[in-house]
């Protein structure tokens, strides 16, 4: 605040308005950027099923890959998985 009340002394009030002016439309420009861009429509069912085949998968690799004791510890993880 101090900053603007000393551009405000030196410049004059004129000069203050330009300068937000300049800001805006700065900023206006930045916002309005991505227009061309159109929007996907995503649902959230659909990224928890990707995320569910992403965990499953990598849980079925360390299945095929884990000795017969530690199945009941990746049977513990598939489910706390499923809980997500």
């Known amino acids: 605040m101090s900053k603007l009340r000393c551009y405000e002394r030196n410049y004059g009030r004129e000069k203050l308005l330009q300068l937000v002016r300049i800001g805006r ?5 930045e916002a309005t950027g991505t227009e061309g ?10 990224v928890l099923k ?11 690799g360390l299945h095929a890959s884990i000795p017969g004791e530690t199945v ?5 993880i598939r489910n706390h998985l499923r809980l997500l």
């Open 50 to 60: 990707e995320h569910y085949d992403a965990s499953k998968k990598y849980i079925d």
């Open 25 to 29: 439309e700065e900023r206006k420009l």
């Open 72 to 76: 009941k510890k990746t049977f513990s």
């Open 37 to 46: 861009i159109s929007v996907k429509e995503i649902r959230l069912r659909d």
